[in-house]
């Protein structure tokens, strides 16, 4: 038992230390790949489809690559309700493709 929490302990202390090492580039890292996502590839799918593709249920990560490799199809225009538009002196700009559903999905999610 102790054992057992001895390991998960150190596997969380390794997940922060991998995370504090993501430079500026990067955001997070891929729920399916383990590696880095760069902070470019921003994006919100439907949530039928992050479902679909075992996503962690509250949100998280995975290449658009992983993503399609979950699902076993191409994504198409439709499934997105948000992608990475570019960036600018305010920020990063991000391309809302279906308004409705994305204010329900932030009401889902508890933004």
């Known amino acids: 038992m102790k054992n057992r929490q001895q390991r ?4 969380k202390v ?3 230390k ?4 993501l430079s500026a580039q990067q955001m997070a890292i ?3 790949c383990r590696l880095p996502i760069a902070w ?3 994006y919100i ?14 949100g998280g990560y995975l290449h658009l690559a992983c ?3 979950r699902i076993g199809r191409k994504l198409e225009a439709a499934d997105f309700l948000v992608v990475f538009k570019g960036e600018d002196s305010e920020g990063m700009k991000l391309n809302v493709l279906d308004l409705n559903a994305y204010l329900q999905f932030n009401d889902e999610m508890g933004y």
């Open 45 to 58: 799918v439907r949530p039928e489809v992050w479902a679909n593709a075992g996503g962690p249920p509250n």
């Open 40 to 42: 470019r590839e921003n």
């Open 67 to 69: 993503l399609e490799t």
């Open 14 to 16: 390794k997940k922060l």
């Open 8 to 11: 998960r302990k150190l596997k």
């Open 30 to 32: 891929c729920h399916a």
């Open 18 to 21: 991998k995370m504090k090492q």
